[in-house]
């Protein structure tokens, strides 16, 4: 089978699902005459999407930025806290109770926290968004780093290779499924984060235009931003998943 011919059988079953959910949706506010305020049509959603009365590309950018850096911040922040844990076994029972409590924290709760100690504006979101999407790239890179096979690490005693060799060349190949696959949890949960953050308090952004629209019963408006929310979620997890096959071919097969 071709690459091309792969990758469709890849993506039909899934947009055969999604042609269908949509088609009775269409057909069920058709037939049973739904209020637009209660549940708008595809095709109403669809030209709310593409209205001239909304800057949409700027509310895009705002949300698309935050999602962004929320994950980066989660993704580096997590992967460097995996590894002091893996290295040092004492780091390891100094962080991880504190990490588990932070964890733990209702996140928006704290929401409005960081807009009192940071102010209005998007890195309050990006931190909040990477609250909400660091802990499984902590936990995943330190499970990929040390659960690793003893004769990987047997060969590199043979070698006499010292601990950071050991590190860069052994244990990080051996983490990039582990750490890859909670990347992929952290993309859909930096977009979270941050439409968390815009609800609480915001004057652009996908979040906030959610918020203005049901003030005024626009609810074609409001799942307009929510589909826009899920274009950008899956940009990031496909962005993810791209690298995944890039870094850790051998993983690929794994997972399906």
Excluded: C
């Excluded at 269908?20 to 669809?46: D, H």
């Excluded at 909400?132 to 290779?161: E, H, K, S």
């Excluded at 499924?177 to 652009?204: D, H, M, N, W």
């Amino acid at each position: 089978m071709s690459n091309a011919a792969r990758k469709l059988a890849e993506i039909l079953p899934a947009f055969v699902l999604f042609a269908l959910l949509l088609v009775l949706w269409q057909l069920a506010v058709s037939v049973f005459g739904i209020r637009e305020y209660l549940l708008p049509s595809p095709t109403t959603v669809v030209n709310a999407m593409f209205s001239g009365h909304i800057n949409w590309w700027g509310h895009i950018w705002a949300t698309g930025l935050a999602i962004f850096g929320a994950f980066l911040i989660a993704a580096v922040a997590g992967i460097a806290l995996g590894v002091v844990i893996a290295w040092s076994p004492m780091a390891s029972r100094a962080l991880m109770p504190f990490l588990v409590f932070v964890n733990t924290l209702p996140k928006v709760a704290v929401a409005p926290l960081f807009l009192l100690w940071l102010g209005y504006g998007i890195l309050p979101n990006m931190l909040i968004g990477a609250l909400i999407g660091f802990f499984p790239v902590v936990i995943n890179t330190a499970v990929g780093l040390m659960q690793i096979d003893d004769d990987m690490l047997d060969l590199g005693r043979v070698f006499n290779a010292p601990k950071w060799k050991v590190f860069a060349k052994i244990r990080i190949p051996n983490a990039y499924p582990y750490i890859l696959s909670a990347l992929k949890v952290t993309a859909t949960a930096a977009v979270v984060g941050a439409i968390v953050g815009e609800f609480v308090a915001s004057q652009r952004g996908l979040g906030y235009v959610i918020i203005t629209s049901q003030s005024s019963m626009n609810t074609p408006l409001a799942f307009g931003a929510l589909v826009w929310i899920s274009v950008l979620g899956l940009v990031l997890y496909g962005a993810v998943a791209a690298l995944s096959r890039v870094l850790a071919p051998w993983a690929e097969g794994q997972e399906r």
